[in-house]
């Protein structure tokens, strides 16, 4: 089955009061092009995410974000009661000494103090969490993943139905092609006979126009298109990751309609080859897209 590389997923996870964001989208890209916007606390994980991204997304231009949210009740800013109180023995005992008045709004002044409201940014990464969290990316994971089978999907639809018309185009030639022999063989003798008192070889023109037919004849390009056609078709059932070969296909698909195209020598089968053409360019536009 096809897979897209256009994908989006998300996922959201709660671990001691916090809010685990996760995130992941991805387009088309030759090759595996990662970014990752990674909450301070998980920087520690990076190797792991991207290995975890690089193993299950194979190809794509990826953009991986991780971040936290967390609850105001647990994330304010603790005062240090032992400081303020501390802070507070000090200052009393230095206006009983100097004489100096005792503040008016005690809270205030403390609350100004050096490290009384001081936060600390030093948090460690448990194993809970990072077991959270990396569940969390899973289900992000898994996410894309799912929208990238659902658009893969509506490819292989497309690409389906691509593939049925060119065989049909293909199908269409042949009674042009027949037709075509016996219009070239009376362009000749009728050209001759415009030529007075001329005179020819019968055995020689046939052998002439076997020669020149020879030169028009496209079974091969016909066989060979069909059978890329099939081999297209073969391709599409494999597992994911047939993007590139699906292109390769399709190229050597476009090297045959064109060689078709200059020996056609007909104006309804160029006008057929002009068709398949137009049916190819969107397959090649659409399997860009194909991981």
């Known amino acids: 089955m096809i897979q897209s590389m256009t994908g989006y997923g998300r996922a959201t996870a709660t671990c001691k009061g916090k809010k685990i964001h996760v995130e992941i989208k991805s387009l088309n890209s ?33 953009d991986f974000s991780i971040w936290i949210e967390k609850d105001a009740a647990t994330d304010a800013t603790p005062i240090n009661t032992a400081l303020v109180e501390n802070y507070y023995r000090q200052i009393k005992d230095i206006a009983a000494a100097t004489g100096i008045p005792e503040p008016e709004d005690w ?11 001081a936060k600390s940014d030093v948090e460690e990464l448990d194993d809970e969490e990072w077991d959270v969290a990396g569940k969390a990316i899973d289900e992000a994971i898994d996410a894309l993943i799912g929208f990238r089978n659902q658009e893969g999907a509506a ?24 037709a075509r022999v016996e219009k070239i063989k009376a362009r000749i003798v009728e050209g001759l006979k415009t030529i007075p ?24 390009e016909k ?10 078709r073969e391709t599409m059932k494999e597992n994911g990751g047939q993007g590139k070969k699906l292109g390769f296909i399709a ?41």
């Open 107 to 117: 809270f205030l002044t403390l609350l100004r103090m050096p490290d009384v409201t």
């Open 155 to 178: 490819l292989e639809r497309k690409f389906t139905e691509k593939i049925d018309n060119i065989a049909a185009l293909l199908k269409s030639i042949e009674p042009y092609e027949k």
């Open 223 to 232: 066989q060979r298109l069909a059978n890329h056609l099939a081999y297209f």
């Open 30 to 62: 030759k090759t595996l092009d990662l970014s990752t916007r990674i909450a301070p606390l998980y920087r520690e994980k990076e190797m792991e995410i991207r290995q975890t991204i690089t193993a299950r997304l194979i190809r794509g231009k990826v």
């Open 251 to 291: 190229q050597e698909m476009g090297r045959e309609i064109n060689t078709t195209g200059s020996k056609s020598n007909n104006a309804e089968m160029q006008n057929i080859v002009v068709k398949m053409k137009d049916e190819l360019e969107q397959i090649k536009e659409q399997v860009l897209n194909a991981l």
């Open 197 to 220: 008192d001329v005179e020819y070889d019968k055995n020689r023109l046939e052998q002439e126009l076997i020669y020149y037919i020879e030169k028009l004849d496209i079974s091969e």
